[in-house]
């Protein structure tokens, strides 16, 4: 375990939410940079920089920086407020988390590899997403919702899809048009009260199917750590090789 702090500006558009969401991912970066060795300061998503979106495509782009390169499995926050600028009271956000990193293991076969992409970067509370997915191996998939706090909900499998399983090089839609004919949507929203989130779609493709008791980790209300953490942690120790992929977006309100 290590610790590092996040600081960030707070600034006239900015809600409490996203000022402390970001704190939190710039502490989780630095985190990062520590474990690879090099800065991550490269974009993975291009929002444009409208006023209005800013704190939106600031907190999905460092979200994307903290759950591509590697993998949190223990985070604790241990304190987020507000800290004064020279002569500016209460001008920053930061954060101090206390946080667990495991880099991406080798795997034996490199060539596995699993795509997630979603049809859209930003949605509107209550806007249809769907969800694309492609393995270059014989894959089960495990699809999660994961937000900016590593609180996850099982997209798929369900009730309507039992267990997701695909061919090497085939591409899965969810929801198919046969379960969208059944009124099945995959819909973005906002929890009560927030104006705005920055989540993400995640993928898990493995080569033999995981147990319920694992893939339903994230169900679980006991733990003192997020569930989706305590998700990864136990995936690592499976002896069964699996990939990962991530899609990031915004939700805002109409």
Request: aromatic share 8%.
């Amino acid at each position: 375990m290590g610790g590092c702090n996040g600081r960030v500006r707070f600034g006239d558009q900015d809600t409490k939410h996203q000022a402390f969401a970001q704190a939190i991912a710039e502490a989780r970066r630095k985190a990062m940079d520590t474990l690879l060795g090099v800065r991550i300061d490269h974009s993975f998503m291009d929002f444009q920089s409208e006023n209005t979106l800013r704190g939106e495509f600031i907190l999905t782009e460092k979200l994307l920086r903290v759950t591509q390169l590697g993998r949190a499995i223990k985070e604790n926050v241990l304190w987020v407020g507000p800290v004064d600028d020279p002569g500016c009271l209460a001008c920053r956000i930061e954060a101090q988390i206390q946080t667990c990193l495991v880099p991406e293991k080798e795997k034996s076969d490199k060539d596995f590899r699993v795509t997630v992409g979603i049809n859209r970067s930003s949605y509107q509370n209550g806007d249809e997403v769907l969800i694309t997915i492609t393995s270059t191996r014989d894959s089960y998939l495990y699809i999660y919702n994961v937000d900016m706090d590593f609180r996850a909900a099982l997209i798929a499998p369900n009730k309507y899809v039992p267990s997701v399983r695909v061919n090497a090089g085939e591409t899965w839609v969810y929801p198919s048009d046969d379960l969208r004919a059944k009124g099945v949507r995959a819909t973005a929203h906002l929890l009560p009260g927030s104006s705005v989130s920055a989540e993400t779609i995640r993928v898990i493709a493995s080569k033999a199917a995981l147990p319920n008791s694992l893939v339903l980790l994230t169900h679980q209300r006991e733990s003192t750590q997020p569930p989706f953490l305590e998700f990864l942690r136990a995936l690592l120790a499976v002896d069964v090789e699996w990939v990962e992929d991530v899609q990031a977006f915004t939700i805002h309100q109409h």
